[in-house]
């Protein structure tokens, strides 16, 4: 009897398992939209999505399952968030894809944004040359000319799947509506204002009365943008009516994006920012990201230290970590900016010995202050709103996407009638080189405005390759923290050993050379705080959280861990 009871629920649970792993035949997704919920990690063996939102990472799988590839999730996954997660998620902004595929072939694709073709140097500065940064954080002044369509084309060509069918979860979700968060309200109650100060057609996302956890967000114009880009390719966003709508709606709002800087636009396939730290291979974004010439210049620095001996969380961990990140920081400030219109000098900076040199200074009794690593060179700040999602299929091929509109929201200007953000990235130039804006921050020369340039990002998506194959895919938000967050979880994983939910979900801290501080969030311990202080460092406020990481590590037995940030609503996925 006993035996029975057995197979019986051995036959149950097999039936079980096969149902969820059953591929999804049909040509649309099926998603509830109007209940759902999401998870923080799974172990999956055919594929996982690891994002923002928990619709957007179920959009991902379900094109998994319907017989897409890594690339074709991560299409969709972007498209989805440009729905439902309307701070970062994008068609108005740009981002960076990373990818391995799994032919080997490494792929980098920069679908930053770029300075229209009337912008110029000065074009923040007012009549008393003064810094005016209300116009490059917020309002039509503030856009640079969106990539992510021409990026989400660009990438299409390594995808299986018709680009029609990728977008069609998009569309519906824009059209039929989706049920908001407690925070998705929250961040719409909080820019109502903005919204209202800087759009001239009044967008779908001011409602009278205060947006409520279970609202229900519907987006007609946007799903009118998204058939026109299923329609009509890229096209039906760089031309045509969605073209003429931004461009009616920079008039109205003096902006200066004009027809021709839309049909210009154009993304970049790039070489990939690689390089090997004890037998892995870490391949990430160049120029004009400075993500992976950071992560590159903080993971030798420490190469020979024997952190792992140190401890994770330990004041000789900290320390070291926090004085790598001043001198990489102090690079970044004063040499990078888009490759393309400065020469950006990534060997020197990557050259061993050159990094030794940078470490000679380091002391482990005390702080080096920023003054004595670099004088004159001032760093620019930016915002943290800008979401990541890591994918992996059963192929081999991995993909790291990193997409913002800069600040959350972007520029809080929705275009009349596309129902889309437009990006506040102008701000990632330094908009007046040289000298602190009004955060008491700025970048340099190599940064400096110019028409068609793309503004220098810290955006780190990255794929770790082991023996060969990938192992980690991970990436986060948060403007100048990110490089840090991902040399941090990076740091975690391979030299202390941490699980990827660990990784991600300890107490992390941030030190960017300029302003001469570290930032800590919540969980950070007080011991090593006060350690530090006693050596000479200061603190920062300390904040609630940094960077919302978004992993997936490849186990020994093949299987993904997928790990979403328990920082915000961000949900993980697979199959
Ligand atoms: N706007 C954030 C970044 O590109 O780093």
Redesign the pocket.
Known sequence: MQKKFTAFLFLLLLLAACKSSQKNTSTTPVINAYNYSGVKKVIAENGAVVSAHPLASKVGVEILKMGGNAVDAAIATQLALAVVYPNAGNLGGGGFMVARLSNGETVALDY?EMAPGSAHRDMYLDANGNADTDKSQLGHLSSGVPGTVAGLFASHKYAKLPFEKLIQPAIELAEKGFVISASEARGLNNIKNDLVKYNTVRPVFVKNTAWQKGDTLVQKDLAGTLKRIQQFGAAGFYEGETARLITEEMKRGTGIISTEDLKNYKAKFRTAHSFDYKGYKIVGMPMP???GLLLHQMMKMIEDKNISAMGFHSLQAVQLMTEVERRAFADRAEYMGDADYYKVPVSMLTNEVYLQERMKSYDPAKATPSTMIKPGGLLQT???E?THLSVIDKEGNAVAV?T???NSYGSRTVVGGAGFFLND?M??FSIKPGVPNMYGAVGGEANAIKPGKR?????TPTIVLKDNKPYIVVGT?G??T?PTQIFQTLVNIIEFNMSAEDAVYKSKFHHQWLPDEIMTEKGFPAAVKEALQKMGYSFSKERGGIGRTEIIKVLSNGKFEAVADNRGDDAAEGW
């Open positions: 930053r990201s400075s993500g930016e915002s943290e800008t990193t913002t509109l800069n990235e701000d990632d503004m220098l990002s810290s955006m938000p403007g100048t990110i």
